[in-house]
């Protein structure tokens, strides 16, 4: 089993709707986790840092963690074409670098 | 402040030739790493370096891959001789420290195509 598992999709939603990307991991000891943005033909971006469990907003992007379920979720609301990219989560124990899920392709349809 | 800066963008080039990936890293940065991207694989990390000092290379593909970091402002990625499974984007991502509560910052990448 990899540490890091995400659906490498692709997913294709119309504009507004509510995008629902998700990782699962492993590694109980995980506890700083990431989300990027992937352009194409650009590097990753950080997107979304959360420390531990539970949520954090950030305009129309939500980050939520599980711990319990290993299990880290980010919620794009009202989806723009603008969002189209990949993107990646990424996590740590704090004690080693991050480890990156292989990305999950969005495309938001006008 | 200037990002992540690596060069070239592209390379194009037959197998056999070696090729010189180039990275310098935010400024003041303690770690450096060095990734390649494939649809199959995703995001493999090959080697993170600390203070100039590779930490970790166990991701180096074979003994045909080598980089190094000879100041805190720059490092390289080679590939002697190059084959065209070496195709793939390869990117380099710097951060204040590699124990991964910081978030990495990554360049442009290389997009490299072995012929």
């Known amino acids: 089993q990899k540490e890091v598992e995400q659906d490498p999709g692709p997913l294709s939603v119309p504009e507004g709707a509510i995008v629902s990307l998700n990782c699962t991991y492993s590694?109980?000891?995980?506890?700083?986790f990431m989300w990027y943005r992937q352009y194409s033909r650009k590097g990753p971006e950080l997107l979304m840092y959360t420390y531990s469990s539970g949520n954090k907003e950030d305009g129309r992007f939500t980050a939520q963690v599980d711990k319990s379920s290993k299990y880290i979720s980010l919620f794009i609301r009202d989806s723009q074409p603008s969002d189209s990219a990949t993107y990646l989560c990424?996590?740590?124990?704090?004690?080693?670098?991050?480890?990156f899920g292989k990305g999950t392709r969005l495309s938001v349809i006008a | 402040d200037a990002g992540v800066i690596q060069s070239p963008r592209h390379e194009v080039t037959e197998m056999g030739q070696e090729v010189t990936l180039r990275c310098k890293p935010i400024s003041g940065h303690n770690s450096l790493f060095w990734y390649r991207q494939t649809m199959m694989r995703g995001l493999e990390l090959l080697i993170y370096f600390n203070n100039n000092v590779p930490i970790d290379d166990s991701g180096m593909p074979e003994d045909r891959f080598s980089a190094k970091m000879p100041n805190a402002s720059f490092s390289t990625l080679k590939i002697q001789p190059s084959e065209p499974r070496d195709s793939a984007v390869y990117f380099c991502a710097s951060t204040l420290f590699s124990e991964g509560k910081q978030p990495q910052h990554f360049g442009d990448g290389t997009r490299l195509s072995i012929l």
């Open positions: 990424a996590m740590s124990s704090g004690n080693t670098p991050l480890v």
């Open positions: 590694n109980s000891a995980f506890q700083y």
